[in-house]
């Protein structure tokens, strides 16, 4: 029997997404929080009540009713920044918001997925930041480019097929991971909120669709979290590490949006100057190539920026 190609996966549902965005976000607040006063010691649903929100918004309960049960056709700019204001969503949940209740038109046809490449200028300053370990990220948090301060804190993507060099990957499904991270819930939980941001803009992205596939399968944690609807832009902050070779490293890092290319970002770690992790960092340059972290995803080496 000849193998047969496996069926493209599904595109994710807007209307379910809308709906259960919103649901979980008002089931978030309470009357007090809103300044409502609140009746009665039992409440059948956790949160507010539709008619709360409504109420809050300025707009009929039947019209918020219709919009959280998915239908956000013809739903104005004005609406949904009432209902914004009204659950206390951040930037990133409010334009999440929108994505999913007006998204961008486009084409019926589909287009080809597009190779996600790096500039070779992005290249080139990744390979001058000596000492600072510093990669670039594109669709899904794939991981396209690094230099070798990020193989020697991270391991060397390189032994990787490409399919598998994604971060939700990696933070879910490899264990070593999860060792490195010391608080790896808050890495597994800022990971999951930026794929259901990526969501609600691509959500016919057929690779998008795949990987969440994958991960709910594999991973408890994974599916749980996807379940909240929690979304998060990237940012900056602070990473506490447990390297295998060199302890504790205590890391800044910042995420930079490039400009001409919106999903794709730099994102750098630093330590703090005089620092015992920034001794630990000069002590990995020094190692070089025998810094690797054999005990996370094979031997250290460099990533696409030598190759190319």
């Not at 069926?7 to 089931?27: G, Q, V």
């Not at 300044?35 to 949160?47: I, K, M, S, T, Y």
């Not at 949940?93 to 997925?113: F, G, Q, W």
């Amino acid at each position: 029997m000849d193998d047969q190609p496996e069926p493209a996966p599904e595109p994710l549902d807007r209307r379910a997404e809308l709906s259960e965005f919103l649901r979980t976000r008002r089931a978030k607040l309470r009357p007090g929080d809103v300044g409502l006063p609140e009746f009665g010691r039992h409440r059948r649903v956790p949160g507010l009540r539709r008619e709360e929100l409504a109420q809050l918004a300025g707009v009929s309960v039947a019209y918020y009713t219709r919009l959280e049960q998915g239908n956000g056709r013809n739903v104005s700019a004005e609406v949904l920044d009432a209902i914004a204001r009204a659950l206390r969503l951040t930037d990133a949940e409010s334009a999440h918001l929108t994505h999913l209740a007006k998204p961008a038109r486009h084409k019926k046809k589909r287009r080809p997925a597009r190779v996600q490449r790096v500039r070779k200028g992005l290249l080139y300053l990744l390979d001058s930041m000596d000492g600072i370990p510093a990669y670039v990220t594109g669709a899904r948090s794939d991981v396209l480019a690094w230099n070798a301060m990020a193989a020697a804190v991270f391991g060397d993507w390189g032994a990787l097929p490409p399919a598998e060099r994604n971060w939700a990957r990696l933070v879910f499904l490899s264990p070593a991971y999860r060792d490195l991270f010391v608080n790896w819930d808050s890495k597994a939980s800022d990971m999951v909120s930026y794929l259901r941001l990526y969501a609600g803009c691509h959500p016919d992205d057929p690779e998008l669709s795949a990987l969440v596939g994958e991960l709910s399968v594999k991973s408890d944690e994974f599916r749980r979290l996807w379940a909240t609807h929690n979304v998060k832009e990237k940012g900056h902050g602070v990473k506490l590490l447990r390297h295998p070779l060199v302890g504790e490293l205590t890391l800044s890092y910042e995420t930079l949006k490039l400009p001409d290319d919106e999903e794709q970002h730099l994102v750098t770690y630093h330590a703090e100057p005089g620092s015992e992790s920034a001794q630990s960092l000069r002590l990995l340059a020094s190692w070089g190539a025998d810094a690797g972290l054999t005990d996370v995803i094979g031997d250290a080496g460099r990533g696409p920026a030598d190759e190319r």
